[in-house]
């Protein structure tokens, strides 16, 4: 897998949720058309409809999914900042797709209640996208900070996967952002970083937290106890 499997589990979901705004936007197109249909002076919603599905459908994968993944399989930091500003300004319409202003071509909350006193069958089907616009709206704020948590944890970034030239936040992550106790020490080198774990050092951890070639570490003696 080109994903870490630590990480495998918010791609996948940030996947799921770019599908279910592509349905929810062919679903919105169906509820815009209805709407059409009972009240004709709605032409402008309609249209602007079909726009957003053949606009924001290979948009949305291309400007905030792909950096997304693309960020988490080679840990790249520009691809990060690309995808939290472009996906938070996607989580802001994803909102005004719930809101439902009437005339811009979503079938949110607003626009529902509005046809709801023309027609209560069309309402009623633009009541269920509204509230599938709420839930991705819902859902693209949360994985929009379990992203920035990824990115953020330290615990999430194994001692191997640090890399100097991806800038400050991401330098001898396991060694600067977390505390280091009279248990502990820790030594970073111009090309690596390396930390002390609880308790006996075991050859697996070793091999793990082991500087990349070229630095020159004092050796880390073996530690017992608690953080």
Not at 30 to 37: E, G, I, K, Q
Not at 72 to 89: G, K, L, P, T
Not at 108 to 120: D, E, M, Q, T
Not at 133 to 143: E, H, R
Request: charged fraction near 10%.
């Amino acid at each position: 897998m080109e994903i870490p499997q630590e990480f495998q589990k918010t791609v996948s979901t940030m996947y799921y949720l770019w599908m279910c705004s592509t349905l929810a936007l062919l679903l919105n197109f169906l509820a815009c058309l209805a709407s059409f249909c009972v009240e004709t002076s709605k032409g402008a919603g309609f249209g602007l409809s079909i726009l957003w599905v053949i606009l924001f459908t290979p948009c949305s994968f291309v400007c905030w999914y792909r950096p997304m993944y693309k960020a988490f399989r080679s840990d790249s930091s520009f691809n990060f900042f690309v995808f939290f500003f472009i996906f938070f300004a996607q989580d802001v319409l994803f909102v005004l797709q719930a809101i439902g202003i009437p005339g811009w071509g979503f079938s949110g909350w607003i626009s529902a209640l509005v046809v709801l006193k023309v027609n209560i069958a069309v309402a009623v089907l633009m009541l269920l996208v509204a509230l599938f616009f709420t839930g991705i709206a819902v859902l693209g704020i949360v994985m929009l900070q379990r992203v920035r948590g990824c990115v953020e944890d330290p615990l999430l970034v194994p001692p191997h996967r640090c890399q100097l030239s991806e800038g400050p936040a991401r330098i001898c992550c396991w060694c600067f952002l977390q505390p280091c106790s009279a248990n502990c020490s820790c030594q970073c080198s111009r090309w690596g970083c390396r930390k002390c774990l609880p308790g006996p050092m075991t050859p697996d951890w070793d091999a793990l937290a082991l500087p990349l070639e070229g630095a020159d570490l004092a050796p880390i003696p073996e530690v017992s106890g608690t953080w």
